[in-house]
């Protein structure tokens, strides 16, 4: 049972133009809401015809987020948790291609006993049914945001849904808040209202009259233009929110509390703050640890879809959240596979494409994460990273895909296996340590094969690994087909590799690491989802720590250097 009679909903829209930060408004509100001790659910609705984001190109779309019940959903998913520090589920993201699915399903199977099946009011249906199933487990809130903006021809369902939405829960149940840009215009001197008013109009055209209205804009909204904006749209003065670009994406629900969202949002809801009373006392303190953190280090993602860090984007968050608790900041240098291999043997500027190599060496770097990924285009460069920060003695994690180019990195110079290769890269190699099990290469459909979401680990006391996550049974999320293959286990094994944690049935290795090295360890699993901000991951902990250490021997050196 919801503490209140009925759980409040909240839905986000966002109008003007598309990248305005909705999920990073909706994700804040979220926190401020947790932080005045309410249970609080997310989901996403998208407009897009794919089934989930599972089968798109991270170039265009950015990283695919895990949940730990194997849902491969938008990377928004990842800024909700690590906002609001709740596990979200498969059913927290639907896109119209999945909307459209269950539809059609329904209508084969004969459920609709032969009525017309229609947008209005079967589509309308399933949506309003995928959020209300969220209401389960005490949820005081379910906020939910609409991706894409209003305007587009596609979105039009999910509003007339969210539309419906205030007359099937109750009106006093359900909140609107849209978002949109107030631009600057230099040469009058002024911020234009305009575009909000156009994106409220239209929004109104579809039956919903936002209660909030949060604007993006560089600098802050004068009273008057708040003013304005209420007076034109509607919205109480206390409901046009400012939101200037924040410093880092962790100070803004500090900027949106200060705005007053949260107390306008329990206004709207008829809650009495002072029985809800908030405290963000946690989150400051680790905001002013990370603005006090001085010194730097450089991490470099070996990556294949640098020109769009969105593809990386929760690795690069863990790190951040690492360097929080170290008080450093982290850079992260990403790096194109590709070209590793020219990096380390000509140690000169590189160029690929358009993108521009940011560093002459891996030497500049003080630690290296070779992320996932699928597909063979920079493997081999992939591989040579790995091989040179084990032989470097450079801090190194790997990361699923990462794991596995470590494995064969380590197979081909240290286990005598010069042609050692995952068969994803190489179906006829002749040491396949790296293959797809048994299981998973009898099925034809690729789609269904993956191992996906959370899967327990043993890990080898006395290891690394072990010491880091300070446990012995731990659970991580998957999202990849191929494993080290069983048969080459004791060859890697006889050469020194360490299997620092199996599954439980001992088949699966879950996480390697080597001796007599700062900080050499792959796991099987993406770590990455499950770091917080306030509760950084323990991998990514152990591997900012070694850098530190690094890049403190590094200046020590040139300080040397200096005296001598
Ligand atoms: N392509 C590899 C596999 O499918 C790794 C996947 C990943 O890094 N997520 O096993």
């Not at 770097?365 to 040579?384: C, M, Q, S, T, Y």
């Not at 080290?484 to 599954?503: C, D, Q, T, Y």
Request: charged share 25%; net charge negative; proline share 5%.
């Amino acid at each position: 049972m919801a503490r209140f009679d009925n759980t409040k909903f909240i839905f986000v829209t966002g109008g003007v133009s598309s990248s305005l930060g909705k999920g990073l408004t909706a994700s804040s509100l979220g926190r401020l809401l947790k932080s005045r001790g309410f249970k609080i659910t997310m989901c996403k609705l998208d407009p897009y015809l794919n089934v989930d984001p599972g089968t798109m190109n991270p170039f265009e779309h950015g990283e695919v987020f895990v949940t730990e019940d194997g849902g491969e959903t938008d990377l928004d998913l990842g800024h909700y948790e690590r906002f609001i520090d709740e596990n979200l589920y498969k059913d927290s993201n639907a896109t119209t291609g999945s909307i459209y699915q269950t539809v059609i399903a329904k209508e084969r199977r004969g459920d609709y006993l032969g009525r017309t099946v229609q947008v209005i009011p079967h589509i309308t249906d399933e949506i309003k049914s995928r959020v209300k199933r969220l209401v389960m487990n005490d949820v005081d809130f379910v906020i939910c945001e609409v991706g894409g903006t209003v305007g587009d021809i596609e979105i039009v369902p999910f509003l007339e849904s969210i539309r419906q939405f205030r007359s099937d829960v109750g009106r006093e149940n359900v909140c609107y808040i849209h978002l949109t840009l107030v631009p600057y215009l230099a040469p009058s001197g002024e911020h234009k209202t305009k575009p909000t008013q156009h994106s409220v109009t239209e929004l109104r055209g579809r039956g919903i009259q936002p209660d909030i209205i949060v604007c993006r804009s560089d600098q802050p909204l004068p009273s008057g233009l708040k003013r304005k904006i209420s007076l034109l749209c509607d919205v109480s003065i206390d409901g046009v929110i400012s939101a200037v670009d924040a410093e880092s994406i962790y100070e803004i629900p500090i900027n949106m509390h200060e705005e007053g969202l949260d107390t306008v949002i329990c206004k709207l809801l008829n809650i009495d703050t002072n029985d809800h009373p908030i405290d963000l006392a946690g989150w400051k303190d680790m905001l002013d640890k990370a603005k006090s953190s001085q010194k730097e280090v450089k991490i470099g993602i070996i990556g294949k879809y640098v020109n769009l860090p969105d593809a990386y984007l929760s690795v690069v968050e863990a790190l951040r959240h690492s360097g929080f608790k170290h008080g450093v900041k982290v850079e992260p240098v990403y790096i194109q596979a590709e070209s590793v291999i020219d990096l380390i043997d000509s140690h000169s500027e590189i160029y690929t494409g358009d993108f521009e190599q940011p560093v002459k060496s891996l030497d500049e770097l003080d630690g290296i994460v070779i992320p996932g990924g699928f597909g063979e285009r920079g493997v081999e460069g992939k591989i040579a990273a790995a091989d040179y920060a084990r032989v470097k003695n450079i801090p190194c994690l790997g990361i699923c895909l990462g794991l596995q180019v470590m494995v064969c990195s380590y197979a081909r110079s240290k286990g005598g296996l010069t042609d050692a290769n995952s068969t994803e890269f190489n179906p006829a190699t002749r040491n396949p340590v790296i293959d797809l099990m048994e299981s998973q290469s009898e099925v034809a459909d690729k789609g269904g094969t993956m191992r996906l979401g959370s899967y327990v680990a043993k890990l080898a006391p006395g290891s690394r690994v072990f010491e880091l996550y300070g446990d012995e049974v731990v659970s991580e999320r998957h999202r990849h087909r191929y494993e080290v293959n069983p048969n080459f286990h004791s060859r890697l094994l006889e050469a020194g590799l360490i299997f620092s944690g199996m599954s439980p049935d001992k088949k699966l290795v879950e996480f390697i690491e080597i001796d007599n090295h700062p900080f050499w360890v792959g796991t099987q699993a993406h770590p990455e989802f499950k770091s917080r901000p306030d509760r950084p991951h323990p991998l990514f902990v152990g591997l900012i720590y070694a850098a530190i250490d690094r890049s403190e021997s590094k200046s020590a050196r040139l300080i040397d250097l200096d005296t001598v």
